[in-house]
């Protein structure tokens, strides 16, 4: 099985910048997609951007340009960098790793943005 453990939420002006982590362990080499959601309070959890075993990333437009998803296969730890962070990226951030038949998540960590 695989666990995962997000950290580095927190509070924050807009037009600042935070960086998540997501510390993966466990059975990890069939890992084959992982990723970060968030959702926002009375809204659906929504994908924000994705990093596929071969590096291969994508994002949600309303991040393109402001976060940055990255891992170090070396640490297994998965980060989002979010710079320029807006009132509307509030919402707490889950990340998430599929393997074959499963998504397991995190547990999650609040971001705020507000003056």
């Known amino acids: 099985q695989v666990q995962l453990a997000e950290s580095g939420g927190g509070l924050v002006q807009p037009g600042g910048s935070l960086r998540l982590s997501c510390v993966v362990s466990?059975?990890?080499?069939?890992?084959?997609?992982m990723g970060w959601h968030r959702q926002a309070p009375g809204k659906q959890r929504e994908v924000v951007a994705t990093i596929r075993s071969d590096g291969t990333t994508g994002y949600r437009d309303f991040v393109k340009g402001r976060f940055t998803i990255s891992r170090d296969n070396a640490t297994n730890i998965m980060y989002l960098q979010m710079n320029s962070l807006k009132v509307e990226d509030t919402a707490v951030y889950y990340c998430?790793?599929?393997?074959?038949?499963?998504?397991?998540w995190g547990q999650g960590t609040q971001v705020t943005v507000s003056s």
């Open positions: 998430f790793a599929d393997t074959p038949g499963v998504r397991t």
């Open positions: 466990g059975t990890i080499f069939n890992i084959y997609n």
